[in-house]
Every structure is written in structure tokens, then in C-alpha cells.
């Protein structure tokens, strides 16, 4: 494995553009290889700060992918530049063409029932060559069937939208029960299914998709408030490098 990464406040991000990421991706389900995929935004960068475990989980996932524009300017005032942003979302869609293209079987895991079934649903409709061996929604008191599921149906890719942390200790705990590539996507079925829409190309252009979404949807404004702690860090971390 490449292992060329960036430290941003101690999570270690993979500098690769989109094209090299796709290609490792097309390799890694041509031999069946087993991968894990986190897709860190500022608020992640700051929950692994606080909590080594969660740090250590995110640190030895195979890929650590720069979601969020905070990312990429963290890096790129650490004076580490990092080549672009890559989301969650454009990953997920990848892998949904990778596995039509290829016939791959495909497991969903999270969100909401009708979320799920919604993704579910336009999985069979638009992607007809994918196996899609289960799915269940993020509602469970008891993940054994989930997990022995996986390991008889033997997917070649896992999306597991369970939120952070959540989903990323889930993956780490059961990856080896079924050799695939394993992504955690918080809530990206939601605008996969359709339930959510996405930006508009104009504020993803602009870099503003968290601002959109916080007009849609104020009660994240708690949440939006990582990102100017996260700036403050970075800022001190380039004092103390200078």
C-alpha cells in the first residue's frame, strides 16, 4: 500500500488525487481485497483529537480521504498541500458504477428504514448489474445477524452509513468478516436515495455546500461550529511550526 500521507492535528490524510484513488480502488476489487475508507471532515479531525482510540481506528484505515474544503486549506496553510477534496458522496457513487460495471455484490448498512430502502430501491432501478446481497437500516439493538449476514453473503463492498464515530468502529471491529472494501458514509444515502438533494453545482464550486446545508437545515449549526475551532487549531499549529 502507497502510504505517502499529510498530518493535519493528528489524523494522517492520503495525498492522492481522484484519478490515483479510483485506480487503487479498481485494483483493491479486481484481487478482493480487504479495505477500509474514512472520509474525515473538520469534525471528525477534531472527535479523533479528543479520543486516541477513535484516532488510532481512523490512522490505520487503508485510505484516509480529505472530505470537506476545511481539509484542504488546513493542509495547504500547514504548508503540506494536499492535491484536492475528495467526498464521501463522490466516493460512494464511484463504487455504486465500479460494482454495476464489474457485477459486484453490494451490502447497504445505516440510516433511516425508508432512506435505506429508498437506496435500495435505485440501486435495483439504475445500477441492474449490481448484486445488492442485503441491506438493513442503522436501527438495531443487536448486530450479530447484521455481521453473520455480511460474512455468509460476502459482499465486495460495504457502505456503512451509522454516522461518526459510530461507523468507523463498527468497520474496524467486523472487517474481517468478509473481504471487501468497507466505507463508512455517514449521510450519504440521504442524498444518494434522493431523500436529501445535494448542493447545487454553484455552491460546491464555490466551496459553500456546508453553508447550503446549514440553511436547509439550521439544527446543524452546532455542528458547523467545528470548523472555525478547527481553523483556530490549524492556525496554532502553523505559529508553532514556524
Known sequence: MHKNRVNILGTE????????????????????????IVTPNPEIV????????????????????PDGIGIIKGAK??????????????TLQYLVETANRKLLKVYLLGSKPEV???????????????????????????ETDIVNEIAEKKPNIIFVALGSPKQEIFINKYRNKADAIWIG??????????????????FQKLNLEWFYRLIKEPTRFGRMLAIPKYMRLIKKEKKNNS
Open 13 to 36: 490524510f492520503d495525498n492522492l488525487t481522484t484519478k490515483q484513488f479510483h485506480k487503487y480502488l479498481d485494483d483493491d476489487l479486481d484481487v478482493n481485497a480487504n479495505r477500509f
Open 46 to 65: 477534531l472527535s479523533a483529537r479528543k479520543d486516541t482510540n477513535f484516532s488510532e481506528i481512523v490512522n490505520n484505515a487503508d485510505y484516509v480521504i
Open 77 to 90: 496553510s500547514l504548508g503540506t498541500p494536499l492535491p484536492e477534496r475528495i467526498t464521501g458522496f463522490d
Open 116 to 142: 435505506i430502502q429508498a437506496s435500495a430501491d435505485k440501486i435495483k432501478k439504475d445500477y441492474p448489474q449490481i448484486d445488492l446481497v442485503g441491506y438493513h437500516d442503522g436501527y438495531f439493538k443487536d
Open 185 to 202: 458514509v455517514g449521510g450519504s444515502f440521504d442524498v444518494f436515495s434522493g431523500t436529501k438533494q445535494r448542493a447545487p453545482k454553484i
